[in-house]
């Protein structure tokens, strides 16, 4: 998942220095966690490491998304987390975007898309997500 280039190691689009442990032990930890989620549903995916971005600013409704899952054609392409929700939330809250975005990941393989409806809903349950979406506030 990690692209070492110089002193720093790339994730996504953020980038992280070496010597930032903590954030590497907690994305290698949950990196995991969502192979092991790939691996226990079968999830035909491109790229089946965690990907991490930068949270960007939030919309107009003042929102920003923690978690996406970008699908093809019934193909997982990816899962990623915002980098300061990997590094500041509690592990019930990382876990729980986790879960969420690998519904989404499950939902796509059998559908060829996904949305917050009753069928992405019903498989965020058996993940043991909560079946909505959440995001962070202004």
Same mark, same amino acid.
């Given at each position: ?13 953020? &980038? ?6 903590? $954030?590497? #032990? /907690?994305?290698? @930890?949950?990196?995991?966690?969502? =192979?092991? *989620? ?25 929102? &920003? ?6 699908? $093809?054609? #019934? /193909?997982?392409? @990816?899962?990623?987390?915002?980098? =300061?929700? *990997? ?25 060829? &898309? ?25």
């Amino acid at each position: 998942a990690a692209i070492h280039i110089g002193s720093k190691y790339y994730y996504m689009n953020v &980038t992280i220095d070496q010597k930032s442990e903590a $954030f590497k #032990k /907690r994305y290698q @930890y949950y990196n995991n966690e969502t =192979k092991k *989620l790939f691996k226990k549903y079968n999830v035909n995916v491109l790229n089946s490491n965690l990907l991490v971005f930068v949270m960007d600013k939030p919309d107009d409704e003042g929102l &920003t998304t923690i978690g996406q899952t970008l699908c $093809f054609r #019934k /193909r997982v392409v @990816y899962v990623q987390i915002a980098d =300061k929700h *990997l590094m500041f939330s509690s592990h019930k809250q990382i876990i729980d975007t986790v879960r969420h975005e690998v519904a989404h990941a499950i939902d796509c393989n059998r559908r060829g &898309t996904s949305n917050h409806d009753e069928v992405w809903e019903k498989i965020a349950k058996e993940l043991g997500a909560l079946p909505e979406p959440v995001y962070t506030e202004k």
